[in-house]
């Protein structure tokens, strides 16, 4: 019984995680009797051996790999390091969860200045064995010892250019001898000694370096940009080498079993003949279309065929095959599931289930969520041209073109005008919110995928690129600069957020559009979910588009955005400002009909679904001018006053007092925290007269929506209560507000009324607020700031990347919820919310609603549903399925 070691003859795919993945498959294609060379694994537990012993191999470890070698010797009939019929290997790695080229490889491994004789007396090619030769000492000089690989490229090019040669294939047997004679050298004078010649002293080190290779910089960036966990550890691969480079009856290829980037059902590759893999892939011969072999080597094409067939059936899934063919062999050197695009994911799921290969919760479970953004904005036409500036952050997808400005108001300005305006700003603040609104996209310079700009354009569907380092943005005189290029201000650009590209000019774009297979996936993923799914909407085109894209009603309608429109905020600034009630009645009166027009417009678009509307939450003053532009307006203006008289000081006079009864309000209104101060239902409690207009306005447009023979269905939701008398009196209000309404049209009107839960205290005390609660809607971004005590535009901006990248926390609780802290609130109050109302209707409508691992928690917590961005909702669709896959509800 071995410990460390795996022959391939013995292992399963089910053996991934300790296989790792090349291993295990490595290991199955075995089994079913495919044309494999033999060899061997070590595990992710020798991995974690090799790091518990200090980076070494343990002794018992690399006596197993002995008895191994001599094992693969007899099945080869090769001797390792022999002088004749030499036995060469590949020492690869293989991670449990596939991370291409991030780990290392060395190949030809058992060459030396014997074995190299007998491979060349052996193929009768004195060529292509020193060629080999030379291959292994750069690679292992690059991967084993650390020797920077561009040296090794200086000897070859010096070579080259003495002997006349335009590549490597002009040069000869003595050409290489001589380019080895110089790799000897520069590994002496780097390590110190001299290249080892002991087959096993280089596969020890070999391996060493493999499993070193799984804590290099790139795989720790890759793990953490795919959340796959420090802890798995890599498998090591030693597999008998054969050979694409013995001359035309070889070659060496990568080929998928289906097009990996639109999903068509035909093989997808392509190889070189008279190659080794690394050929391939270093892009010095442009390799041919796979077709091709059908010509090339007839025999082996229609023999490859049948071996994807085979592998897809085995699989039942694409496959990812590279393969080698030696003097008229083929041989499979590793297969795997394939990578693909979000297009191909789902029309090959599709296609599957068509096939009858997989069953329909099976394609559902193989698209993930988070691929489906690809799929729902519009992208950059693959095949138009592009001119490249720059490329930042793919932040939030999609492709945007138009006319820059650096300035918010500008944005929205022309954006009125009917342009097509892009965003440009070095960051963005939630004051920049009317610009982002406006402009087709977002570009900035600084900031990551969490930053405000990112956030922002997530939640609105907006194409934002950010964190794009080679643009410099010079506002005061309009222009940026990127490279060596100029933009002013009014130039057109394009991004694609997407991938991050900035590129100049206006590009073509393509329409997103729900492809019939996608609507196809959704509709068995639809079959499967247990969660309901509903969208964040506020205005009559999202709730369209949000129930074009399946969701089942409005979870939350914010009714601040809709007092933000600039031909209100005048009336909203004098409600504000009003000294009287009389006052205050006539600004509100005034917005009355205008709310009244949104909430028809929105339940109309829902006609038959829930809408909740939340009332007013945010606080009054941001509403009202910024703070420290009114102080520098009154200081300009008291210091004007000095050199002025006549008329124009009496103008002057007039904007003063403006200026200064405008300020002392905003004084009055400002707030040291205000993410903690007077908004939600405190803002009720002090000014009903708020909430009863837009009760009011509620239930008025149900009304008239029930006299056109239609079926709204508002529910009416209090913010941030934490205290049941709150909700009470709140409920109260609207209550008689419907009443009232209801005697003044004669019609019977619906009158939902629940409350968020944002606040620990509503939480834990979801039991008394349940007696007045028809639903809870889990306000889960307040919940989170409240929770921890972060305010998030602080956190975000400050420390919580660090906190991530240091691993303080797993990941940015305000995109993933936290469900060991917040998670726990979210559990009393069901637990406590239900015990006084068993059918109490529980959501969940912060940001959180539409990330896949936060939707699995509400799954697993009996929540009833969902709430997210309207472009988020086929994704919600999904992961809902996914969760009631995998933790269904009885
Ligand atoms: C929340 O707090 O989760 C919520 C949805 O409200 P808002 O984001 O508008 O504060
Ligand atoms: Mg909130």
Redesign the pocket.
């Given at each position: 019984m071995t410990q460390w070691v795996h022959p391939f003859a013995t292992g399963t795919a089910a053996d991934r995680y300790l296989l790792g993945g090349k291993g295990a498959n490595l290991a199955e294609m075995t089994k079913a009797g495919l044309p494999v060379p033999p060899g061997f694994t070590l595990g992710t537990t020798a991995c974690h051996a090799f790091y518990d012993s200090g980076e070494t191999l343990p002794e018992t470890m690399w006596t197993e790999v002995q008895s191994a070698v001599q094992a693969l010797e007899q099945e080869t009939e090769k001797s390792f390091g022999g002088a004749v019929n030499p036995l060469l290997v590949s020492v690869r790695s293989g991670a449990p969860i596939s991370m291409p080229g991030m780990m290392d490889t060395v190949l030809n491994l058992g060459l030396n200045d014997t074995t190299v004789r007998a491979l060349a007396a052996q193929t009768g090619n004195d060529r292509f064995a020193f060629d080999c030769y030379r291959r292994f000492i750069q690679m292992f000089g690059d991967v084993v010892q650390s020797i920077p690989h561009y040296q090794f490229e200086h000897i070859l090019d010096d070579v080259k250019s003495d002997v006349g040669a335009k590549d490597d294939q002009a040069l000869t047997a003595e050409d290489w001898q001589r380019v080895i004679a110089g790799y000897r050298k520069l590994v002496e004078r780097e390590t110190g000694k001299a290249f080892p010649q002991d087959p096993y002293d280089q596969l020890r080190l070999a391996i060493e370096a493999v499993f070193r290779s799984w804590n290099n910089q790139r795989a720790i960036i890759y793990r953490r940009v795919h959340k796959i966990a420090d802890d798995l550890g890599t498998a090591v691969n030693v597999q008998s080498m054969v050979f694409g480079n013995m001359g035309d009856n070889s070659g060496t290829g990568v080929a998928f079993t289906r097009n990996p980037s639109t999903g068509e059902p035909s093989v997808f590759g392509e190889y070189l003949t008279n190659a080794q893999g690394e050929d391939v892939v270093a892009g010095i011969r442009t390799p041919k279309p796979i077709a091709e072999l059908a010509h090339d080597m007839p025999e082996i094409y229609t023999q490859f065929l049948q071996v994807c067939e085979q592998l897809e059936a085995h699989y039942r899934d694409v496959q990812d095959i590279e393969f080698t063919v030696e003097e008229g062999k083929l041989f499979l050197l590793q297969t795997r599931n394939a990578k693909r695009t979000a297009a191909a994911a789902v029309k090959i799921a599709v296609a599957l289930v068509e096939e009858g290969k997989i069953d329909k919760a099976t394609a559902v479970s193989r698209v993930d969520p988070d691929q489906l953004d690809q799929l729902l904005h519009p992208g950059i036409d693959p095949n138009a041209p592009v001119d490249e500036l720059a490329r930042g952050l793919p932040a939030s997808p999609g492709a945007a073109s138009g006319r820059i400005t650096f300035d918010a108001d500008e944005a929205e300005q022309w954006s009125k005008q009917g342009e097509a305006v892009l965003l440009v700003r070095t960051e963005t603040t939630p004051e920049d919110i009317h610009g982002i609104l406006a402009a087709q996209g977002i570009l900035t310079s600084r900031g990551g995928m969490t930053s405000h700009a990112a956030v922002v354009a997530r939640g609105m569907g907006k194409p934002c690129v950010c964190g794009c380092d080679a643009l410099t943005i010079n506002t005061r005189d309009g222009y940026a600069r990127i490279g060596d290029r100029t933009l002013r201000k009014g130039d057109v650009i394009s991004i694609d957020g997407a991938t991050g590209r900035v590129l100049l000019g206006e590009v073509v774009r393509v329409q997103a559009e729900l492809s019939a297979d996608f609507q196809a996936l959704l509709s068995w993923a639809d079959e499967i979910r247990q969660l309901g799914v509903r969208a964040n909407a506020d205005n009559p085109e999202d709730a369209t588009r949000a129930r074009g894209f399946g969701a089942e009603g409005i979870g939350?309608c914010?009714t601040e955005h809709m007092f933000m429109a600039a031909e209100r905020v005048p009336v909203v600034q004098a409600m504000i400002l009003a000294s009287t009630p009389t006052e205050r009645g006539q600004a509100l009166a005034a917005l009355l009909p205008m709310q009244q027009d949104d909430f028809y417009g929105i339940l109309k678009a829902m006609d038959g679904l829930p809408v909740t509307i939340r009332l007013l939450?945010p606080p009054l003053h941001e509403f009202l001018p910024n703070l420290e532009q009114l102080v520098t307006r009154q200081a300009v203006l008291q210091t004007r006053l000095q050199y002025e008289n006549g008329a124009a000081r009496t103008l002057i006079e007039q904007e003063l007092a403006d200026v200064s009864n405008l300020l002392g309000k905003v004084r009055q209104l400002h707030e040291l925290n205000p993410m903690l101060g007077h908004r939600g239902c405190r803002l009720g409690i002090t000014f009903p007269e708020v909430y009863e207009m837009q009760a009011r306005a509620i239930f008025q447009a149900t009304a008239d929506l029930q006299k056109e023979g239609l079926n709204p269905q508002p529910e009416v939701m209090i913010?941030l209560v934490g205290v049941r008398e709150e909700l009470r009196r709140m409920k109260e209000l609207v209550e008689t507000t419907a009443r009232s309404v209801e005697a003044e049209t004669g019609q019977t009107l619906p009158c939902v009324i629940g409350t968020?839960i944002?606040v620990p205290r509503a939480a834990l005390t979801a039991d008394e607020i349940a007696e007045e609660a028809e639903f809870f809607s889990f306000?889960?971004?307040?919940?989170t700031q409240t929770t921890f005590g972060y305010s998030r535009d602080d956190a975000e901006g400050k420390f919580l990347h660090h906190y991530t990248t240091e691993k303080i926390l797993p990941e940015n609780p305000f995109a993933v919820l936290d469900a060991t802290g917040v998670g726990q609130l979210i559990q009393i109050a069901t637990q406590k919310g239900r015990s006084v109302r068993n059918d109490l209707k529980l959501g969940i409508?912060?940001?959180h609603g539409g990330e896949k691992q936060s939707i699995h928690f509400c799954q697993v917590q009996g929540l009833n549903y969902v709430s997210c961005s309207p472009f988020r909702v086929p994704l919600a669709r999904l992961a809902a399925a996914h969760a009631a896959l995998v933790d269904p509800r009885t």
């Amino acid at each position: 019984m071995t410990q460390w070691v795996h022959p391939f003859a013995t292992g399963t795919a089910a053996d991934r995680y300790l296989l790792g993945g090349k291993g295990a498959n490595l290991a199955e294609m075995t089994k079913a009797g495919l044309p494999v060379p033999p060899g061997f694994t070590l595990g992710t537990t020798a991995c974690h051996a090799f790091y518990d012993s200090g980076e070494t191999l343990p002794e018992t470890m690399w006596t197993e790999v002995q008895s191994a070698v001599q094992a693969l010797e007899q099945e080869t009939e090769k001797s390792f390091g022999g002088a004749v019929n030499p036995l060469l290997v590949s020492v690869r790695s293989g991670a449990p969860i596939s991370m291409p080229g991030m780990m290392d490889t060395v190949l030809n491994l058992g060459l030396n200045d014997t074995t190299v004789r007998a491979l060349a007396a052996q193929t009768g090619n004195d060529r292509f064995a020193f060629d080999c030769y030379r291959r292994f000492i750069q690679m292992f000089g690059d991967v084993v010892q650390s020797i920077p690989h561009y040296q090794f490229e200086h000897i070859l090019d010096d070579v080259k250019s003495d002997v006349g040669a335009k590549d490597d294939q002009a040069l000869t047997a003595e050409d290489w001898q001589r380019v080895i004679a110089g790799y000897r050298k520069l590994v002496e004078r780097e390590t110190g000694k001299a290249f080892p010649q002991d087959p096993y002293d280089q596969l020890r080190l070999a391996i060493e370096a493999v499993f070193r290779s799984w804590n290099n910089q790139r795989a720790i960036i890759y793990r953490r940009v795919h959340k796959i966990a420090d802890d798995l550890g890599t498998a090591v691969n030693v597999q008998s080498m054969v050979f694409g480079n013995m001359g035309d009856n070889s070659g060496t290829g990568v080929a998928f079993t289906r097009n990996p980037s639109t999903g068509e059902p035909s093989v997808f590759g392509e190889y070189l003949t008279n190659a080794q893999g690394e050929d391939v892939v270093a892009g010095i011969r442009t390799p041919k279309p796979i077709a091709e072999l059908a010509h090339d080597m007839p025999e082996i094409y229609t023999q490859f065929l049948q071996v994807c067939e085979q592998l897809e059936a085995h699989y039942r899934d694409v496959q990812d095959i590279e393969f080698t063919v030696e003097e008229g062999k083929l041989f499979l050197l590793q297969t795997r599931n394939a990578k693909r695009t979000a297009a191909a994911a789902v029309k090959i799921a599709v296609a599957l289930v068509e096939e009858g290969k997989i069953d329909k919760a099976t394609a559902v479970s193989r698209v993930d969520p988070d691929q489906l953004d690809q799929l729902l904005h519009p992208g950059i036409d693959p095949n138009a041209p592009v001119d490249e500036l720059a490329r930042g952050l793919p932040a939030s997808p999609g492709a945007a073109s138009g006319r820059i400005t650096f300035d918010a108001d500008e944005a929205e300005q022309w954006s009125k005008q009917g342009e097509a305006v892009l965003l440009v700003r070095t960051e963005t603040t939630p004051e920049d919110i009317h610009g982002i609104l406006a402009a087709q996209g977002i570009l900035t310079s600084r900031g990551g995928m969490t930053s405000h700009a990112a956030v922002v354009a997530r939640g609105m569907g907006k194409p934002c690129v950010c964190g794009c380092d080679a643009l410099t943005i010079n506002t005061r005189d309009g222009y940026a600069r990127i490279g060596d290029r100029t933009l002013r201000k009014g130039d057109v650009i394009s991004i694609d957020g997407a991938t991050g590209r900035v590129l100049l000019g206006e590009v073509v774009r393509v329409q997103a559009e729900l492809s019939a297979d996608f609507q196809a996936l959704l509709s068995w993923a639809d079959e499967i979910r247990q969660l309901g799914v509903r969208a964040n909407a506020d205005n009559p085109e999202d709730a369209t588009r949000a129930r074009g894209f399946g969701a089942e009603g409005i979870g939350l309608c914010r009714t601040e955005h809709m007092f933000m429109a600039a031909e209100r905020v005048p009336v909203v600034q004098a409600m504000i400002l009003a000294s009287t009630p009389t006052e205050r009645g006539q600004a509100l009166a005034a917005l009355l009909p205008m709310q009244q027009d949104d909430f028809y417009g929105i339940l109309k678009a829902m006609d038959g679904l829930p809408v909740t509307i939340r009332l007013l939450d945010p606080p009054l003053h941001e509403f009202l001018p910024n703070l420290e532009q009114l102080v520098t307006r009154q200081a300009v203006l008291q210091t004007r006053l000095q050199y002025e008289n006549g008329a124009a000081r009496t103008l002057i006079e007039q904007e003063l007092a403006d200026v200064s009864n405008l300020l002392g309000k905003v004084r009055q209104l400002h707030e040291l925290n205000p993410m903690l101060g007077h908004r939600g239902c405190r803002l009720g409690i002090t000014f009903p007269e708020v909430y009863e207009m837009q009760a009011r306005a509620i239930f008025q447009a149900t009304a008239d929506l029930q006299k056109e023979g239609l079926n709204p269905q508002p529910e009416v939701m209090i913010p941030l209560v934490g205290v049941r008398e709150e909700l009470r009196r709140m409920k109260e209000l609207v209550e008689t507000t419907a009443r009232s309404v209801e005697a003044e049209t004669g019609q019977t009107l619906p009158c939902v009324i629940g409350t968020m839960i944002e606040v620990p205290r509503a939480a834990l005390t979801a039991d008394e607020i349940a007696e007045e609660a028809e639903f809870f809607s889990f306000g889960t971004n307040d919940l989170t700031q409240t929770t921890f005590g972060y305010s998030r535009d602080d956190a975000e901006g400050k420390f919580l990347h660090h906190y991530t990248t240091e691993k303080i926390l797993p990941e940015n609780p305000f995109a993933v919820l936290d469900a060991t802290g917040v998670g726990q609130l979210i559990q009393i109050a069901t637990q406590k919310g239900r015990s006084v109302r068993n059918d109490l209707k529980l959501g969940i409508c912060g940001e959180h609603g539409g990330e896949k691992q936060s939707i699995h928690f509400c799954q697993v917590q009996g929540l009833n549903y969902v709430s997210c961005s309207p472009f988020r909702v086929p994704l919600a669709r999904l992961a809902a399925a996914h969760a009631a896959l995998v933790d269904p509800r009885t």
